[in-house]
């Protein structure tokens, strides 16, 4: 007989892999949205981008949150304007899944939040908002993610 170790060593290798990721491990994962991954904990949208979706993620990589007005982030991570972050948040999530090779089918995007968001693919070169994609098409379980290069702030 095996001993015990033996037998739990081999009973973990024949387990299936780990359930695949949500929007957020993935993100989180990435290496390159670590500022939106904090801004949804903030936000209070956790368990929303937890949850089935399926959503589309424009997601600003960590670099899109410096060309910010300056004081702006600061202002908005305030827990007196976790609404205005949410907001924010809400304007890059797009219900459904998409990938960049669907978006030469539309103009405009409606966001979980009901706003229209423009999007736009010329040769190749996807822009959703102010925002170009730079990562494009990253799966999750419950969202397809693209990153893109700036902050899509509403318009009202």
Known sequence: MAPAGAMADSA???LPE?????????????????????SVERAGLTELLNGNGPF????????AFGKLPEGMLETLFR??????????????LVPKRKTVVEFERWDALKTVNGRNVAIQSVN???SFGTGKV?????????AVIHGIDRVNLPTN
């Open 12 to 14: 973990a290798r024949a």
């Open 18 to 38: 780990t359930a695949p990721k949500n929007l957020l491990e993935v993100a989180a994962a990435q290496g390159s949205f670590s500022i939106f991954c904090d």
């Open 56 to 63: 589309t993620a424009f997601i600003p990589i960590d670099a």
């Open 79 to 92: 827990p007196e304007n976790k609404s205005q972050l949410a907001d924010v948040l809400y304007g890059h």
């Open 124 to 126: 190749k070169q996807v």
């Open 134 to 142: 730079m990562l494009p098409n990253i799966y999750s379980s419950n």
